[in-house]
C-alpha cells in the first residue's frame, strides 16, 4: 500500500500543491525545495528556501495536508477490495474440524516441550531403552 500512497502523494502534491504555494508568492525555483523541507519536518528547514514567507508555508501545510488526505482516501478504497477479496475467499474454505484432532503422536520431552542444549540431551538419554 506504500506504493500506492507514494504515487498518489507525488501526484496531488504536483496538481494540489505546488499551484498553491506558486499562487502565494513562492518563485517556481524554489518549489523543490519547499517539498523537501516539508518533507524533512524541520522548521530550520523552512528557513533555507528562497522567498518563502510565513504566509507561503501556512498555505503550503494546507494543501499539504489535502494532497495526503486525497492519497489517503485512494489507499483506503484499495485496502477495502484486497479485504473483500478476502472475505469472499474464506467464504470458500473448506471445513476442516473433522481433521483435528486433540491426540498428541509424540511427546517432545519429559515434562512438556524441552529445551535445547543439555536439557534435550539428558532427556533422550532417559527415554533411550
Known amino acids: 500500500m506504500s506504493s500506492v500512497l507514494s504515487n498518489k502523494l507525488a501526484s496531488h ?8 504555494i506558486v499562487e502565494a508568492g513562492l518563485p517556481d525555483s524554489s518549489v523543490q525545495q519547499f517539498v523537501t523541507a516539508f518533507n ?3 522548521a530550520s528547514a523552512f528557513l533555507q528556501v528562497p ?3 510565513n504566509n507561503i508555508i501556512a498555505i503550503g501545510t494546507a494543501a499539504m495536508k ?15 477490495s484486497f479485504g473483500a477479496c478476502a472475505i469472499i475467499s474464506a467464504c470458500f474454505v473448506p471445513n476442516v474440524d473433522d481433521k483435528l484432532s486433540g491426540e ?8 512438556g516441550l524441552v529445551a535445547f542444549g543439555a536439557k534435550a540431551k539428558r532427556a533422550e538419554a532417559k527415554e533411550s531403552p
Open 13 to 20: 502534491v504536483a496538481h494540489d500543491v505546488v499551484p498553491a
Open 40 to 42: 524533512s519536518g524541520s
Open 66 to 80: 489535502q494532497a495526503y488526505s486525497k492519497s489517503f482516501s485512494v489507499v483506503f478504497l484499495a485496502s477495502i
Open 104 to 111: 498428541v503422536v509424540r511427546r517432545l520431552g519429559a515434562h
Open 51 to 53: 522567498g518563502i514567507t
